[in-house]
C-alpha cells in the first residue's frame, strides 16, 4: 500500500513539474511573439529610436538575446533583405537557389528577394548572405523594388564623393536621394556609397520608403533654346535647330553671334537679318 501511494505522489510530482513547464514555456512564447513588450537597452536616446522601435513593434526586425539592438552595427546582405521583404510583405517566391544559400538561415528570404526584382547575387552563383551590404547597395535594392531610377546624377554631383559611387549604382542612388529615401553626411558632404549601413540606417531608409511609397521625383526640364542661348550666322541665312523652335541669322558682316535676347531686340530694327520664331 505504502509503495502504491509512493508512486502515486511521485507521478503526481513528476505531473506537476511537466505542467509548471509547459506553463512557463508557453509564458516564453507568448512574451517573444509580442514584439512591442521588447525594448532594447541600447536604443534609448539614440537619433533612431523612434523607427528603430516602430520596426521591432511591427516584427519587421528583432534585438539580439542580450537585450540590445546594436544599431551602429553594420548588416548583412540576407538581414536586409528579411527586413526589406517584411516591410512590404513579399512573398513570392520561385525556388532560386545560390551556392552559398543552399543551406542559409535566410534561403527563402533570399529566394524572395530575387523572385520579386528586387536583388541579384554578386555572380551567377553566389549571393554571399552575409557580407556586409553597402549604402550603395541597400540604394540599389530599393530601388529595384520602387522600381525608380534617375539618370541626371545632380544630387549625386553634389555631394565631395559622388564620384566613388559605382558606375552600376549611380541612377539607383541618385533617384533614392531625389525620392528622399536616403541623404549623405553634412558633416563632410559625403554620401559614403562603399560604406556598410548601419542598421540604424537600414531600418530609417526602409522607414521612409514604407511612409511615402509614391514619391514625386523631379524631372529636370531638357536643355532648349533660352534668352541667354548664343546663336551664329549660317550659310546663305539657312535656319540653325536647336529643338523644335527655330533661331536663324542671316548672315551680315556686322553680325556673327548673339544671344536669343539680342536678336529679338535687333529683329525689331532689322527684320532682314532675323529671324525668331
Known amino acids: 500500500m505504502k509503495k502504491i501511494i509512493a508512486i502515486i505522489l511521485s507521478c503526481g510530482i513528476i505531473t506537476s513539474n511537466i505542467v509548471i ?30 523607427q528603430i522601435n516602430d520596426f521591432m513593434n511591427k516584427g519587421y526586425i528583432n534585438g539580439y538575446p542580450d537585450g540590445t539592438f546594436r544599431p551602429e552595427n553594420s548588416i548583412t546582405r540576407a ?7 517584411k516591410t512590404f510583405n513579399l512573398h513570392n517566391s520561385s525556388g532560386v537557389v545560390f551556392n552559398d544559400t543552399k543551406s542559409h538561415w535566410a ?16 555572380s551567377d552563383t553566389t549571393f554571399e548572405p552575409d557580407a556586409p551590404i553597402t549604402r550603395e547597395q541597400a540604394a540599389k535594392m530599393i530601388a529595384n523594388y520602387k522600381r525608380i ?15 566613388a559611387v559605382s558606375n552600376w549604382a549611380k541612377d539607383a542612388v541618385e533617384s533614392i536621394l531625389e525620392a528622399g529615401y536616403m541623404n549623405g553626411y553634412s558633416d563632410n558632404n559625403t554620401f559614403r556609397p562603399l560604406n556598410n549601413i548601419t542598421r540604424a540606417e537600414a531600418v530609417v531608409t526602409l522607414g521612409r520608403v514604407e511612409n511615402n511609397p509614391h514619391p ?3 524631372v529636370p526640364p531638357k536643355p532648349g533654346i533660352t534668352d541667354d542661348t548664343i546663336v551664329y550666322t549660317t550659310p546663305k541665312g539657312k535656319s540653325y535647330h536647336l529643338t523644335k523652335d527655330c533661331v536663324a541669322l542671316k548672315r551680315s558682316p556686322n553680325i556673327s553671334s548673339m544671344t536669343v535676347r539680342q536678336a529679338k531686340q535687333q529683329g525689331k530694327t532689322d527684320p532682314c537679318n532675323i529671324c525668331i520664331r
Not at 509547459?22 to 529610436?49: F, R, T, V
Not at 534561403?107 to 554578386?122: F, H, L, M
Open 107 to 122: 534561403k527563402n528570404e533570399i529566394d524572395i528577394a530575387v523572385t520579386n526584382g528586387v536583388c541579384r547575387g554578386t
Open 216 to 218: 514625386v521625383i523631379p
Open 149 to 163: 531610377t534617375d539618370t541626371h546624377h545632380n544630387k549625386i554631383n553634389n555631394y565631395g564623393d559622388g564620384w
Open 79 to 85: 538581414e536586409f533583405v528579411k527586413i526589406l521583404n
Open 21 to 50: 513547464a509547459n506553463a512557463s514555456n508557453k509564458m516564453y512564447a507568448e512574451e517573444s511573439s509580442k514584439p512591442n513588450m521588447y525594448k532594447s537597452s541600447d536604443i534609448l536616446g539614440h537619433w533612431a529610436y523612434n
